[in-house]
């Protein structure tokens, strides 16, 4: 029996152990982190797996030119060879049997090659992969603009719902101040159960579109944490407003910056620069090729003793002058032509399609400055309207449901006045996006 109870004891430490452990999972589970847009913008294009996946392809690019490299050095090689002869011919003379070879034969050696002059192809080779490496590295950039962009917009529409949240909130409060005075009212017999009725019906309305507008953030928060990489399960707040200095652009101004900034039209220049090295390699195609082999060792089968392996070596050149290639050189110099026609091309459309993106989001841009002046007016205007319903309605001039309808007006005033806000924000991303601005 005494021996018992420390089992006991330890039984329960164990479970008591393994519940702290659960808990404290629980408690990381349900964290609450607060980021700002910096912070979501900074551990998306530092963790976000496309990032990996571009540099990967950089690296491999890197390895493919380190290898290419190995082609300026000389080959050094090891060959053993034992080979078993027979029947082994013969020649006799006076009786006496010569034997003319071995029944066996040994060759070992370290052979060495090495291409003395290939007028520089294989330097122009390890050139157009360089090319094409810088142009994967360029291409990192292109995936971190959009993917921060990306996040910039997914992080300002949850402030846009959570201010449309604080708006609704204020009129649900405001509802259910009025569905309190029509009940007293009726009760009183100052009003008519009809009163009651269609506040209770408004206010069910405000709290669908509550439960709308946060089903809404709840998903827009999930595409927020997968970008950043968080756990699904974590909690997550945004910190941030939609306020921005209002500027003033000229479209010429922004279309030069955009030709200056942007990644794609690098990335253009780079193909042609590796496609003009290819030119240069396929000029080549037909040019002579001189190398130098050399090897050492032993082997059997020389004169006097032929079973006797014996030191041995070669040393020689080689040249290989191509005469006829069937037009090889002049069909690749023809492809490369079309090649560098074909990427400057795409450079022309490249330039229109940026100068188009840039112009209609300023367009944009512009077009929600003046609506937000717009929505800013009427809430002016939807203030004063309420301000005169509540001096009417503590005379009896008009009713409870009139008066209702004045603070709506005021709460979907200010529900368009955070959308424009919002949607200036976001022309305004957009319209640094098209110029090829980094806000990362």
């Given amino acids: 029996m005494k021996n018992k109870v420390p089992i006991f004891n330890k039984l329960a430490l164990l479970f008591s152990f393994i519940l702290l452990l659960f808990m404290q999972q629980q408690l990381k589970a349900q964290t609450v982190e607060t980021v700002t847009l910096h912070q979501a913008i900074q551990q998306t294009v530092n963790n976000h797996p496309l990032i990996k996946e571009a540099k990967n392809k950089v690296a491999i690019a890197q390895s493919q030119t380190e290898q ?7 080959t050094v090689a090891a060959n053993l060879s034992y080979t078993q002869v027979g029947p082994i011919p013969k020649v006799e003379f006076n009786g006496i049997s010569f034997a003319l070879g071995t029944p066996y ?12 002059y290939d007028f520089d192809r294989r ?3 390890i050139k157009v992969l360089q090319s094409t490496e810088a142009t994967e590295a360029e291409k990192i950039n292109v995936v971190k603009n959009s993917l921060a962009y990306e996040t910039a917009k997914v992080y300002f529409s949850l402030i846009y719902l959570q201010k449309s949240i604080t708006v609704i909130n204020q009129e649900i409060s405001d509802m259910e101040e009025h569905f309190s005075v029509a009940q007293k009212r009726v009760k009183t017999g100052t009003a008519t159960g009809l009163d009651t009725l269609n506040t209770g019906v408004q206010l069910s309305v405000l709290q669908n ?3 709308s507008i946060e089903n809404q953030w709840n998903k827009t928060a999930v595409l927020l944490k997968s970008l950043m990489g968080l756990p699904i399960q974590s909690t997550i707040n945004v910190d941030g407003n939609l306020e921005h200095s209002i500027q003033i652009y ?11 900034l942007r990644e794609e039209l690098r990335i253009n220049n780079l193909v042609l620069n590796t496609e003009r090295l290819q030119k240069t390699l396929a000029e080549k195609t037909d040019m002579p090729v001189l190398a130098v082999h050399g090897s050492t ?3 059997n089968g020389y004169p006097n003793n032929m079973l006797t ?5 070669i040393v020689g050149l080689a040249a290989k002058i191509p005469i006829f290639d069937g037009h090889m050189r002049k069909l690749k110099i023809n492809t490369a032509n079309l090649n560098i026609e074909s990427v400057i091309d795409h450079s022309t459309v490249l330039e229109r399609n940026i100068s188009t ?5 300023l367009l944009d841009y512009q077009n929600n400055k003046i609506q937000l002046k717009s929505a800013q007016q009427e809430i002016v205007q939807a203030q004063a309207a309420l301000n005169q319903a509540k001096g009417l309605y503590k005379t009896g001039a008009i009713t409870n449901t009139t008066l209702m309808d004045t603070e709506t007006a005021l709460s979907q005033a200010r529900l368009k006045y955070t959308y424009q806000k919002y949607q200036l924000t976001l022309s305004h991303y957009k319209l640094l996006e098209s110029t090829g601005q980094k806000i990362w």
């Fill in 123 to 125: 330097k122009d080779m």
């Fill in 68 to 74: 290419q490299k190995t082609s300026l050095l000389p």
């Fill in 309 to 313: 392996p014996k030191v041995n070596y």
């Fill in 209 to 211: 579109q509550k439960l």
């Fill in 357 to 361: 993106e840039v112009q209609t989001a």
């Fill in 250 to 260: 000229q479209v010429d101004t922004l279309i030069r910056r955009a030709y200056n």
């Fill in 105 to 116: 034969n040994i060759d070992e050696n370290i052979a060495v090659d090495y291409v003395i």
């Fill in 297 to 299: 060792g032993i082997k």
